[in-house]
């Protein structure tokens, strides 16, 4: 993700989580976090979520060991209205997600994704058709990942994806539970870099996602490991570092904010 916080002085890196956008990892994690594991079946979820019915779970298994939500209707917005949840205010300013519209944000996007900085770890520096596919990807699904601008006191300066992480491929490489809302996120303005901003902003933005997600009870990232500004920043945002993970493009740092936790960190 785009620029990191006060930890760093590499103002010219941006906080970017590294990702392209969801659905795109591999192998799952050799080490995981005891007290992140959790008994999913996730293959099953996922086709009982394709049917649109309730996942009915091994038979063979007690029903107290099937931890799963009802499977939304196709019709329900898997997140919640992202573009209703208004503005935040932050030590920065009022900020707020705005979801994307290629025909309006497509040439800011491409601008921002041409910044070596930031396509060393988003990768989508090529022709502007590039990027719009990648957008595109997401507007035309079933609403799992919405793509965002991140607008502060009124200009837009970074970008974000708000996805479901336990619907994700994701999921497949760590032990993910039911609403687990992931973000990936890229501070475009170089100029708001390096101050501070991103670990500000990473805070409030988990906060809204708890807010206004109930059945969410944490936030999930995974920056790559390498981008040591995007890592710090998600550190002094709230979130806790839960294990390393090797996905198809990375190695990711997974990172957590608990609903439990978020009054403490």
Known sequence: ?????????????????????????????????????????????FIAFLAGQEPEGDRSEPAAALRLTPVPPA???????????????????????????????????????????????????????LTEKHLNAQLAGDGRSVPCLGVLDGTPMSYWEI???????LARYYPARPHDTGIHIL???????????????????????????????????EPDIRNTPSVAAFLSSGFRFAAEADLPAKRAALMMRDRSLRHLL
Do not use: N
């Open 1 to 45: 993700m785009p620029p990191t916080d006060a930890s760093t002085d590499a103002a010219t890196a941006p906080l970017t989580d590294g990702s392209p956008g969801p659905g795109e990892h591999k192998d799952p994690p050799q080490d995981t976090d005891a007290e992140d594991t959790l008994d999913l079946r996730l293959p099953g979820e």
């Open 187 to 221: 501070i475009g303005d170089i100029a708001r870099r390096g101050q501070g901003l991103g670990s500000i902003l990473l805070r409030s933005v988990a906060d809204l996602v708890l807010d206004k997600r109930p059945a969410c009870a944490r936030v999930v990232a």
């Open 163 to 169: 996805y479901r992480a336990d619907l994700d491929s």
């Open 75 to 129: 019709s329900a917005d898997l997140l919640d209205q992202v573009g209703d949840w208004g503005p935040t205010d932050t030590p920065a300013g009022a900020f707020q997600l705005v979801p994307v519209r290629v025909e309006r944000d497509l040439p800011l996007l491409g601008r921002w994704m041409k910044d070596p900085a930031v396509a060393t770890f988003w990768e989508l520096d090529g022709t502007q058709d």
